[in-house]
């Protein structure tokens, strides 16, 4: 149990620091960039009702707020809820609710909503069967569970490497889930999964380092070990290479949507 505290500590400060980062068109673009596609693979529909868990500052659900009926955007960190209210609130969306909640004990009654959705969460649990079978427990039949995060190589030794540059980056990271286990988790709690969908997604190193606010000593870090592998050394699992002068590296970004019977 301290070490779950201690982990929603690191998660919270990590995010509090983040709220305006996330708003950051100039920071923000990876986040963005990709949201269409989500949103068009989410097939939202009119009357949904929907649940954006570990939402941040809800830039899912604010783009899904148009197209159904209503949202609720669930997170753990004050500071996100208020930046992603106070967007909501300039942009005129009326239909977008903010609520303070742990994404591992949903504060909602089971079969609440017919779309459930999560991004970017579940690398900050220890273990993220608990949050998946939360989303899971308060999706209605026939509803809709949408998951996007990281996924790391299915190589262990190279997963491993891959998450200690992340967690340089944002101590708040713990782990990712391997390429395609996601389905395997989903398919086990009795969800039908309709897409398992990966694609690397390039990003400039600097860009990424400031939109987390990484400390600098922790920033060089990072950079060190992206330069001793472009110069032969250990691969990090995250592919650097240099465009323009500049270093950038490639995360895999995977998408699963399961249904539920």
């Keep these: 149990m301290a070490d779950e505290q201690e982990q929603r500590r690191r998660v919270r400060d990590a995010f509090t620091r983040q709220a305006a980062t996330f708003e950051d068109q100039q920071l923000n673009q990876a986040f963005t ?3 269409p596609r989500l949103l068009a693979v989410a097939e939202p529909r009119r009357d949904d009702t929907c649940l954006e868990v570990a939402a941040g500052t809800s830039l899912v659900g604010r783009g899904l707020a148009e197209q159904v009926a209503h949202v609720v955007a669930l997170d753990a960190t004050p500071a996100m809820l208020w930046e992603g209210r106070r967007q ?3 942009a005129g969306i009326r239909n977008l609710a903010f609520v303070l909640g742990d994404a591992a004990r ?3 009654r089971a079969a609440a909503f017919s779309l459930v959705v999560t991004r ?3 690398h900050h649990f220890a273990d993220p069967v608990g949050p998946l079978r939360e989303l899971i427990r308060v999706c209605r039949s026939g509803g809709r569970v949408v998951v996007q995060d990281l996924a790391s190589s299915t ?3 190279l997963a491993r490497r891959q998450d200690e540059v992340e967690r340089l980056r944002d101590p708040s990271h713990l782990r990712m889930t391997p390429a395609g286990g996601l389905r395997g988790q989903l398919e086990d709690a009795g969800m039908r999964v309709t897409l398992a969908d990966t694609v690397p997604v ?3 190193v600097g860009q990424w380092l400031r939109q987390a606010l990484t400390e600098p000593d922790a920033a060089a870090a990072v950079i060190e070990r992206f330069e001793q ?3 032969g050394g250990e691969p990090t699992g995250l592919r650097p290479r240099r465009r323009d002068g500049e270093l950038w590296f490639e995360q895999t970004w995977e998408t699963t949507i399961a249904v539920k019977p």
């Design 120 to 122: 970017f969460s579940l």
């Design 88 to 90: 909501a609130d300039q």
């Design 106 to 108: 949903l504060p909602c």
């Design 33 to 35: 960039s990709g949201l």
């Design 229 to 231: 592998e472009l110069a």
């Design 155 to 157: 190589d262990p030794d």
């Design 202 to 204: 390039v990003r400039p």
